[in-house]
């Protein structure tokens, strides 16, 4: 009789710890998930600066069906059509997320308007198990010119091969749109 009133009182005590934490992080989600999504479009924004190399751009986001994008693709999530401060269209970026066994990592790359050509990528979320390994061995050097996109030896080879297939997935998508 003593066993059974320990088992169902600790049953009681952690079930009431589980449901009270519970409780705890749905009212953390609610007072920081506008915070989160605030912070992450300011991130896009800066991004878009950073790749076009322009102080103010305009960036007008359009479903992959208003974009004429209508290709199946596995990394594609958004298309931005990218103009700078007086309208002129200097581009687009397209963000893609993806993961591998070393977690996940979730990017917008852009592509120039007049050659269809990778321009560079920035980065939104990074949750890499070897996270500054691949941002400074080759997501710096890509973007600084010092590094082709097929080169993916730097140590975090598996996050600079889905970097890799991420932009080139990516590319495929903008040339739809420019064709």
Do not use: W
């Not at 298309?79 to 970026?93: Q, R, S």
């Amino acid at each position: 009789m003593l066993d059974k009133k320990k088992i169902i009182l600790t049953s009681i005590v952690l079930g009431s710890i589980a449901a009270c934490s519970g409780v705890l992080i749905g009212v953390t989600n609610l007072i920081t998930k506008d915070r989160i999504a605030i912070n992450e479009q300011n991130k896009i924004n800066e991004g878009m600066k950073a790749i076009f190399e322009q102080n103010s751009v305009k960036i007008e986001e359009l479903s992959l069906e208003e974009a004429g994008i209508t290709g199946e693709y596995k990394y594609v999530e958004t298309f931005y059509l990218v103009k700078d401060e007086n309208g002129e269209e200097l581009g687009c970026a397209i963000r893609t997320s993806g993961s591998n066994m070393y977690g996940k990592i979730s990017l917008i790359a852009g592509f120039d308007k007049e050659d269809q050509s990778f321009i560079s990528l920035s980065l939104i979320t990074n949750e890499q198990t070897y996270a500054t390994t691949l941002v400074d061995n080759y997501i710096n050097p890509l973007n600084d010119g010092d590094r082709i996109l097929d080169d993916v030896s730097c140590g975090a080879t598996y996050g600079a091969k889905l970097v890799r297939d991420m932009v080139n997935e990516g590319q495929e998508a903008a040339l739809e749109y420019f064709n």
